[in-house]
């Protein structure tokens, strides 16, 4: 399978109490914040590319452009889409969406890298042991 503009994903979920603004400090309000919304639009588009990844590879997220719309409470239903719409060597760029039962509350664009797993984990390493301690 090839890695092309036009693959789409989509997945769903329930606003749980951990997702909430309030929860996450990420405002005062117990309805579904933008950071949980923003995991949810990422994790479907790793999903969605992972299938056409070579082995030891996989893809880390590098820029978002997401609007947060509307309010959504906890215990309501998500649906998330994407589509993927440009791949630039090794850069897949997505266009991606969040809806509520009332409709669309989050939308955007999302880019992402493939990687090798081992360089990679490589690379953090070298920088780990350079913590201070």
Excluded: N, W
């Excluded at 309030?22 to 949980?36: I, K, Q, Y």
């Excluded at 820029?63 to 719409?85: D, F, K, M, N, Q």
């Amino acid at each position: 399978m090839e890695l092309k503009p036009g693959i789409t994903g989509s997945s769903e979920s329930f606003v749980t109490r951990s997702q909430t603004a309030r929860s996450m400090d990420s405002g005062a309000l117990e309805v579904f914040a933008t950071p949980a919304m923003i995991a949810g639009m990422e994790s479907l588009c790793l999903h969605t590319a992972e299938p056409y990844l070579d082995p030891g590879t996989t893809t880390v997220g590098t820029r978002l452009e997401i609007s947060h719309l509307s309010p959504t409470p906890e215990g309501a239903p998500v649906r998330y889409e994407c589509t993927l719409t440009s791949v630039e060597g090794r850069k897949l760029v997505f266009s991606v969406a969040a809806y509520d039962h009332c409709g669309l509350i989050g939308e955007g664009i999302h880019e992402r890298y493939i990687v090798t797993v081992g360089s990679f984990t490589a690379k953090v390493s070298a920088k780990a042991e350079k913590i201070p301690v």
